[in-house]
């Protein structure tokens, strides 16, 4: 043995050396596989000096156990256990502690092991000793090492921390549900107990330190209890599906932080957790912490800084997961939640009162305590109102809105010190205000948190929410300032920040909406009076850096409370901002919402002026405008009436209550922006500002974004104003600036280019009847289509395609016309589908010409994909049979110009950017073909004859397609989640509708498909596997319908192997159905492709279910297995069809069969 701890301290301590690391590794895994280490494991931990051997011993000594542990009498493993635990217990004081923290680890593992082998008076015995050592009957060292054992108990017994120990997912549940009934409220009473006997040592002064370690775990298992996942009573189906791959997340405005859990334990801890007396100690403790912790010698040790000492931090944990307690732990009584309440919000508002030497303490590198205070208040807004904050104020509260107020002031202090300006909550300032901001969100939603009806938000907390909101914005403009001359060339930065900023100000607009009256004011003054002072700085020549920047952010402010995004929607008007207006009826002058809205489009008329432009508006200012224009008239601009509303939400004010009718219309914002108003004059002005973006700013591609992509969308996205906008004319200057092709337009981005043009072909819906419309479109991009034909049809096209200049202007026709495409509607399906006929030719030339320019040929692969998706659903047989035959075309040039560049073998070689260029081409393939399926010419009849010869039907197109997808499909490329999504549903359309055609494909590419099947069911997403389960559903049905005929169904692709393909696929299926994780959802799409798999591979099924019986030692669980076997195709009427009556009777055994038989047969 001394020859064995020789060798296994050297090895540990080689591990410390990059140079012998691979050595000391080897050493230590042959040791751990070692027949019986356990005898070794035992002399090191008793004889070595090493911590380090120690460690790896204890470590080798878990996982021997748990190898061992059949082969091991009664006897042997008890006195394993004791052994481990003796040991713990007997080095209660060494400084090594992560050594007894890994074997106190163990013992807990080995307790899970045994705990359905031990006699239940065993198990009772075993915790009972650990309650008098967790209570002090041993000794203070033994009592701190109890408390750590119950504290690793219950992280082995929790499902999402136990460790591997090859048992059944049902044991764990058993073990899970056992512990959770039997001792685990024990457990917080008895951590409850160590931590008053050791406070009142504390008090005492006696043996300080000591005791302030003992009740801090005390705490930390007080903590660990409250975090566990209550679930109650054994379930098996959560036994057996509870570690699916579609485990939803939690969401929220922000993600959650550690200790903001929330709590559901059921009705029988009500009296453990919300026992006045329990609750007032851990507040009383820790308000007592806080007095004496910065008080040298009376601290227990603690000293300077103790808010970060382990004690501080697990009672302010235990605080805070008592804030967020939730569910049947309060029953019906509506006072106690009430009390509870009232006890946690009076203890946390003393940590955060005063708020400025709250905030003070952080600012000084003391901030836990006011991050734990912020999160306790959003723990308890998630389940109590405003109106309940309110009453639970305490009592001495001299002002006027009570905790609501206070919370007010907080917020206010945190932005002021740094909380707007931090946006990605990497400070104390920017998390604490992260957390507030939660809390503001939920206490002014409606009273929905199980309080009375009566309960409403008070006047008092919507009069506190327009204070915070004021202080967001002083903040704001401050930051601004501050900021105004910083520059970060870091894109992704960049990027991030704008979208942290753009959560905070949608959180911080919903503050704003709460008290609309206070709100609206005092941003017109705010940006009245920047205003002014940038055209006084601009009339003294002085800079104006700083209050440009201070208008940009006030836009932004003002963007987010008059309007939502509403990205592709049609957003409302804001029901708090709706019910201000309507009181100003008959007198719009005075709207504040309208004011508003006034002031800054006034503001924005000014870069209309070249003057205005060069002395009052920068770039990055007039973007602000645009954005703001785009999302103002998306939901203020000529509104359309006849709708219905409701009231609610949190950004839709206080108290309101009813239906607003539309049909009434919005008096004041009618009267100044409606349609027969004042609507038509803004919508000029919007455009003309539009128009100017785009010529005068040459260059400035942001802004020239902002125009393109926002508001151009926005003021054609209804009929109302197209119709309008079709008679102005900013709107026909642009379209006979666009016609022309000549520069600025012609010169902007090529994205850019789709989006104007949809836009620009989209205002076609304002037109009255189709010829209109129809000669519209024509006008817009028939010299496009010309042009593009002019290009490609000249003699020389070959040796210039290859100049920047005539690539960027292909691109941008190219462009012009994907964007066309996507406007496709009622009026212009007509005239789009003429444009992609005349483009048939030049497109074919353009893939031919480029195909070693994989940007111009994506180009055309794309706009060929819009225009099909946007026609597809709309033509006659013989406007089918054309695209058939263009398509057709198409991938016949992508095929000569492509295959044979990218092969399944060589895809994992490929440089990134060529694979990123490859996965581009090929999902554009791939929603070409999707999209072809998605109708047949036999949904139209038979085509009349045409010039252009026989059309080709939609699946000999498709499996054209194929034949060229298919083969530079790797594994490497479904790694793109977008690709691997369209090929497999691509494949499952395929493998359903033409199964005979794919049994006919050349053995090669259907070997391909096959290990694309492959790697789609082991797949992480559950869409993705469906889909592959879909696929091997029809071609498994083929193949059994075909054999019941005599039919060679799969023919070869299922002979002359070893194991057919069905047979891989069945063993496969039932692997991941038994043993693997996923998502309950995938079990009707796995019954569809099991049951035919069964059918055709029935010799097969039953060896792998004889080799699973064989697989269970334990006979009460091989005949239980046996019997779910047995009836898996045996009851509920289940044939040997696959009609749609059997397939539903097979869907209901199997999942029954896998609730059953999953909880046992998968180990962890």
Not at 192 to 205: C, D, L, P, R, T
Request: proline share 5%; with cysteine; hydrophobic share 45%.
């Amino acid at each position: 043995m001394e020859e064995v701890l020789h060798t296994f301290e050297r090895a540990c301590a080689d591990l410390q050396v990059p140079e012998t690391r691979a050595h000391a590794e080897a050493v230590l895994l042959a040791f751990k596989k070692s027949p019986q280490p356990l005898q070794a494991c035992r002399f090191i931990l008793d004889h070595s000096q090493s911590p380090l051997a120690r460690f790896q011993a204890a470590s080798v000594l878990q996982e021997a156990g748990i190898r061992e542990w059949s082969p091991m009498s009664l006897d042997e493993r008890w006195g394993l256990r004791s052994y481990c635990l003796q040991w713990a217990l007997a080095h209660a004081d060494d400084p090594a502690g992560f050594v007894r923290g890994k074997m106190l680890a163990v013992v807990a593992i080995l307790l899970k092991r045994g705990w359905s082998e031990n006699n239940p008076s065993d198990r009772d015995s075993f915790i009972r000793d650990l309650q008098h050592a967790a209570t002090g009957a041993g000794g203070p060292a033994v009592q701190k090492t109890a408390l750590s054992l119950l504290e690793a108990i219950v992280s082995e017994f929790a499902p999402s921390t136990a460790s591997p120990m090859g048992l059944s997912a049902e044991y764990h549940e058993q073990c899970r549900a056992s512990l959770e009934r039997d001792y685990l409220r024990q457990f917080y009473l008895w951590a409850q107990q160590a931590a008053h006997s050791a406070a009142a040592q504390i008090a005492h002064q006696n043996d300080t330190p000591t005791h302030v370690e003992i009740c801090a775990q005390a705490f930390k298992l007080m903590a660990h209890v409250l975090g566990w996942d209550f679930r109650g009573p054994v379930r098996r189906h959560a036994a057996a599906f509870s570690s699916g791959r579609s485990a939803s997340e939690p969401s929220g405005r922000a993600s959650r932080k550690e200790g903001d859990g929330h709590p559901a334990p059921g009705a029988e801890w009500g009296e453990v957790l919300l026992n006045p007396e329990s609750v007032d100690w851990v507040i009383g403790f820790y308000a007592n912490l806080r007095r004496i912790g910065g008080l040298p010698g009376l601290a227990g040790g603690l000293g300077q800084g103790w808010e970060d000492a382990p004690l501080a931090v697990a009672a302010r944990q235990v605080i805070v997961l008592l804030c967020g307690l939730t569910g049947e732990v309060f029953g019906k009584d509506e006072g106690a939640r009430r009390a509870h309440l009232q006890r946690l919000l009076t203890g946390v508002m003393t940590w955060l009162v005063p708020a400025d030497v709250a905030v003070q303490k952080a600012a000084n590198g003391s901030e836990a305590e006011l991050l734990d205070g912020c999160r306790a208040l959003a723990a308890l807004s998630c389940h109590f109102s405003a109106a309940a904050f309110n009453q639970a104020a305490p009592p001495a509260a001299p002002d006027r809105a009570g905790a609501i107020h206070s919370i007010a002031a907080l917020s206010s202090v945190v932005m002021s010190a740094g909380g707007v300006a931090d946006v990605s909550s990497e400070t104390w300032a920017g998390e604490a205000l992260d957390s507030l901001l939660d809390t503001w969100m939920q206490l002014i939603d409606p009273p929905t948190k199980h309080v009375s009806p009566h309960d409403a938000t008070p006047t008092s907390a919507a009069e506190s929410a327009g204070e915070v909101f004021r202080a967001y914005v002083a903040a704001g403009i401050a930051y601004a300032k501050a900021s105004a001359h910083e520059e970060d060339d870091s894109s992704e930065r960049v990027l991030a920040a704008t979208a942290a900023r753009d959560e905070r100000l949608a959180a911080a607009a919903g503050l704003a909406r709460v008290s609309p009256a206070f709100a609206l004011p005092m941003l017109s003054q705010l940006f009245a009076e920047r205003r002014a002072r940038l055209q006084a700085l601009a009339q003294a020549g002085g800079d104006s850096t700083e209050t440009m920047e201070e208008l940009y952010w006030l836009l932004l402010a003002v963007g987010h409370v008059m309007a939502d995004g509403g990205e592709g929607e049609d957003p409302e008007v804001p029901h708090s901002l709706l019910q201000l207006s309507i009181r100003y009826a008959t007198d719009v002058d005075r709207d504040p919402v309208t004011a508003l809205s006034r002031a800054v489009l006034d503001f924005a008329c000014v870069g209309l002026s070249a003057e205005g432009r060069h002395s009052l508006l920068s770039p990055r200012l007039m973007e602000a405008l645009v954005w703001f224009l785009a999302r103002w008239a998306g939901t203020y601009l000529m509104r359309e009436r006849g709708r219905t509303r409701s009231a609610g939400g949190a950004q839709n004010g206080v108290n309101g209550h009813g239906p607003v009718s539309e049909a009434e219309g919005y008096p004041a914002l009618d009267g100044a922006f409606g349609e027969q108003s004042g609507g038509a004059n803004t919508l000029e002005a919007l455009l003309r500002i539009a128009l100017v973006s785009l010529l005068e700013w040459p260059g400035e591609k942001d802004l020239q974004a902002m125009v393109c992509q926002k508001l151009l969308p926005a003021l054609t996205r209804r009929k109302t104003l197209c119709r309008h906008l079709v008679k102005i004319g900013p709107w026909q200057e642009l379209a006979q600036a666009f016609a022309t092709l000549a520069p600025p337009l012609i010169a902007i981005e090529t994205s850019l280019q789709r989006s104007l043009s949809e836009s620009l072909s989209r205002g076609a819906i304002g037109f009255d009847d189709k010829e209109t419309a129809a000669q519209y479109v024509d006008s817009i991009l028939g010299p496009v289509v010309r042009r593009l034909a002019e290009l490609v049809g000249t003699p020389e096209f070959g040796h210039v395609a290859q100049r920047p200049d005539v690539q960027n202007l292909v691109g941008a026709l190219l462009e012009r016309l994907r964007g066309a495409a996507r406007a496709c509607g009622p009026r212009t399906q007509t005239p789009l589908f003429a444009m992609g006929v005349a483009a048939f030719e030049p497109m074919l030339v353009l893939l031919q010409v480029y195909h070693n320019q994989p940007q111009i040929a994506y180009l055309v692969l794309k706009f060929v994909v819009t225009w099909v998706e946007s026609q597809v659903a709309h033509l006659s047989p013989d406007g089918m049979a054309a695209m058939l035959r263009f398509c057709l075309a198409l991938l016949q040039v992508y095929s000569r110009n492509n295959m044979g560049k990218v092969s399944l073998d060589a895809g994992s070689a490929l440089a990134s950017e060529n694979r990123s260029e490859k996965y581009k081409d090929l999902r554009a393939l791939l929603l070409l073909l999707m999209h072809l399926t998605s109708k047949d010419l036999v949904d139209f009849g038979t085509p009349t004859a045409s010039p252009g010869g026989e059309a080709p039907d939609v699946a000999q197109v498709v499996f054209v397609g194929l034949s060229i997808v298919i083969p530079l499909i790797s594994v490497d490329l479904l790694k793109f989640p977008k690709l691997c999504r369209q090929y497999f549903s691509l494949l499952a359309h395929m493998l359903e509708v033409y199964p005979e055609k794919v049994a006919g494909l050349p053995p090669p590419q259907f070997a391909s498909i096959v290990a694309t099947l492959d790697f789609g069911l082991r797949h992480q997403e559950p869409d993705v596997i469906t889909l592959s389960l879909e696929a091997l559903s029809g071609v498994a049905s083929f193949h059994h319908v075909a054999a019941s005929r005599g039919e060679p169904g799969l023919g070869v692709h299922v002979s002359g192997a070893s194991e057919s393909v069905l047979a891989h696929f069945l063993r496969a299926l039932l692997h991941l159905l038994l043993f693997e994780d996923y998502s309950s959802d995938i079990v009707e799409p796995a019954a569809n492709a099991l049951l035919p798999l069964i059918l055709c591979e029935q010799a097969l099924y039953q060896k792998l279910g004889h080799e699973l019986l064989t697989g269970q030692s334990d006979a009460e669980l091989q005949n239980r297995l046996a019997s779910a076997l047995h009836t898996l195709l045996s009851i509920n009427g289940v044939g040997t069809t696959l009609d749609r009556g059997n397939k539903r009777k097979f869907r209901q055994n199997l999942q029954a069969f896998l609730t059953d038989v999953r909880s046992f047969l998968r180990t962890k």
